[in-house]
């Protein structure tokens, strides 16, 4: 059995892995090691790693010496070819999504998308090369900057219900925001999809409910990517 912690700047997501299966996850809001063990009950880890997207304080360092965690970072081993120029500015999350997908789909190109704070786009070649992507903000993030960046308009959210031409000002920004991302996403899988018409398609994170529901047959949508990719460096490493 095997322990994967995944440290967002938002919530934890933790699962226990029995090979390459997932036996249970959860999700927490505050990482204290009191809930982890109440998490874990009376299951025996193996191993561990632990990813970290912010600043890695005591908290997180005692966890790491309680369970003698693999810490991954820039140095860690990984079982693909990374071609990204500056490792260190490099998400540990968009590294491990790619990697989940390579091993959900050797031998293919992959296209993975990240939908969360920001919508993140990474490509690896059936190779197994990573050879970088893209970050632009998420659907939360333009909301807020069209209200935080004018005068006026609202701070309004994600909404199901949605035109495709807004007819006051609010749906007006609704329809920008949900519109103006899914033509971002659909323009970036047709370019990809013209160089490698088999390219994999795969959305993550939080709003990746909403491009499933939109893209529908042309995606796969896996919300436990990141952990899986850190089960395979885990497992590299071990």
């Given at each position: 059995?095997?322990?994967?912690?995944?440290?967002?700047?938002?919530?934890?997501?933790?699962?226990?892995?029995?090979?390459?299966?997932?036996?249970?996850?959860?999700?927490?809001?505050?990482?204290?090691?009191?809930?982890?063990?109440?998490?874990?009950?009376?299951?025996?880890?193996?191993?561990?790693?632990?990813?970290?997207?912010?600043?890695?304080?005591?908290?997180?360092?005692?966890?790491?010496?309680?369970?003698?965690?693999?810490?991954?970072?820039?140095?860690t081993k990984i079982p693909i070819d990374n071609k990204y120029k500056t490792l260190n500015t490099l998400g540990n999350d968009r590294?491990?999504a790619v990697i989940g997908a390579i091993y959900l789909f050797p031998k293919k190109d992959v296209l993975v998308f990240d939908a969360?704070?920001?919508?993140?786009?990474?490509?690896?070649?059936?190779?197994k090369q990573y050879l970088g992507g893209r970050i632009s903000p998420g659907i939360s993030m333009r909301y807020h900057a069209l209200?935080?960046?004018?005068?006026?308009?609202?701070?309004?959210?994600?909404?199901?219900?949605?035109?495709?031409?807004?007819?006051?000002?609010?749906?007006?920004?609704?329809?920008?925001?949900?519109?103006?991302?899914?033509?971002?996403?659909?323009?970036?899988?047709?370019?990809?999809?013209?160089?490698?018409?088999?390219?994999?398609?795969?959305?993550?994170?939080?709003?990746?409910?909403?491009?499933?529901?939109?893209?529908?047959?042309?995606?796969?949508?896996?919300?436990?990517?990141?952990?899986?990719?850190?089960?395979?460096?885990?497992?590299?490493?071990?």
């Amino acid at each position: 059995m095997k322990l994967i912690i995944d440290i967002g700047n938002t919530n934890t997501k933790l699962a226990i892995f029995d090979d390459k299966k997932i036996v249970k996850t959860i999700i927490l809001a505050n990482l204290e090691l009191t809930l982890i063990k109440n998490f874990l009950g009376k299951i025996i880890i193996s191993s561990t790693i632990i990813s970290c997207v912010k600043a890695v304080d005591n908290n997180i360092m005692n966890i790491v010496n309680h369970f003698n965690a693999y810490l991954f970072n820039e140095s860690t081993k990984i079982p693909i070819d990374n071609k990204y120029k500056t490792l260190n500015t490099l998400g540990n999350d968009r590294i491990a999504a790619v990697i989940g997908a390579i091993y959900l789909f050797p031998k293919k190109d992959v296209l993975v998308f990240d939908a969360g704070t920001c919508l993140t786009i990474d490509f690896a070649n059936k190779n197994k090369q990573y050879l970088g992507g893209r970050i632009s903000p998420g659907i939360s993030m333009r909301y807020h900057a069209l209200h935080n960046f004018t005068a006026k308009l609202p701070l309004l959210e994600y909404d199901e219900k949605y035109m495709y031409v807004g007819n006051d000002t609010n749906t007006s920004i609704i329809s920008g925001v949900q519109q103006g991302i899914l033509a971002e996403v659909k323009s970036i899988i047709l370019d990809y999809k013209s160089c490698n018409h088999e390219t994999i398609i795969i959305f993550t994170g939080g709003d990746s409910v909403f491009f499933e529901k939109e893209l529908k047959n042309s995606i796969f949508a896996e919300p436990n990517l990141v952990l899986i990719g850190l089960n395979e460096i885990l497992d590299y490493n071990d």
